[in-house]
């Protein structure tokens, strides 16, 4: 149990362009979905935590009209990167924690990422 | 802000040795998690520790939460060509955020 997939895996656009990238869990409902930006051999950073039905909350530095999220439902969040440009080119990950039986309190499930290329 | 700074960045490793990597936050965690990424994959959780001096072990690897609640470190012993990759920690301030180490990125020579 307990996945969490994210569609496309891997994207090329244009600088200008707009990209949805969407995270779902499978097969439990995620309270709370988060979003990270990794750059080749660097960490994950944070840039926003969504609950369902409310307004993403993100980390200082991150612009929230550039990277829209979007919590609709239990199961899905979503990121668009708005009119993007080559430095916004890097892996996003989405993770997301939940009531999953056997899971520890506030273990996160991560997705396999998407990698984003703007030309 | 608050952040969790990981040790070495990177670890060569002959195969059957053990090796260590070392997690320090300058302010009281409320928990530790810790993380294993495999080259070209995602995340996967392998632990949480939330009490002082808590130690777990699975298998080979044995996690350890200072005293303090403000270090943790990961030892693995006979270090096998399946245990490369990157490993994280994550440490929780109060909250459900987690502020991710730089990643310790093992490899491992036959």
């Known amino acids: 149990g307990a996945v969490v997939s994210q569609h496309p895996s891997w994207v090329i656009c244009k600088s200008g362009t707009s990209v949805k990238i969407e995270c779902r869990s499978l097969d439990f409902q995620a309270t709370t979905m988060f979003w990270y930006r990794q750059f080749p051999k660097q960490s994950l950073m944070l840039m926003a935590t969504?609950?369902?039905?409310?307004?993403?909350?993100?980390e200082q530095g991150v612009e929230k009209d550039k990277f829209l999220i979007n919590h609709a439902s239990l199961t899905l969040s979503t990121l668009t990167v708005t009119s993007a440009h080559p430095e916004d080119s890097s892996f996003y990950i989405c993770?997301?924690?939940?009531?999953?039986?056997?899971?520890?309190?506030?273990?996160?499930?991560f997705g396999p990422g998407t990698r984003l290329t703007v030309l | 802000g608050q952040q969790v700074m990981q040790i070495p960045q990177y670890q060569h490793v002959q195969e059957g040795e053990d090796f260590t990597t070392y997690c320090n936050s300058s302010?009281?965690?409320?928990?530790i998690q810790w993380y294993k990424q495999r080259p070209g994959g995602h995340p996967v959780f392998l632990i949480q520790?939330?009490?002082?001096?808590e130690v777990k072990k699975q298998k080979r690897l044995t996690f350890q939460f200072g005293e303090a609640k403000k270090n943790s470190s990961l030892h693995i012993t006979a270090t096998q060509t399946t245990d490369v990759g990157t490993y994280f920690c994550?440490?929780?301030?109060?909250?459900?955020?987690?502020?991710f180490g730089a990643g310790t990125t093992v490899t491992v020579r036959a």
């Open positions: 520790l939330v009490k002082s001096g």
């Open positions: 302010t009281t965690l409320s928990n």
């Open positions: 969504s609950n369902e039905g409310s307004k993403a909350t993100y």
């Open positions: 994550a440490g929780s301030y109060n909250d459900y955020k987690l502020s």
């Open positions: 993770s997301a924690s939940g009531h999953v039986g056997g899971a520890t309190y506030n273990e996160q499930f």
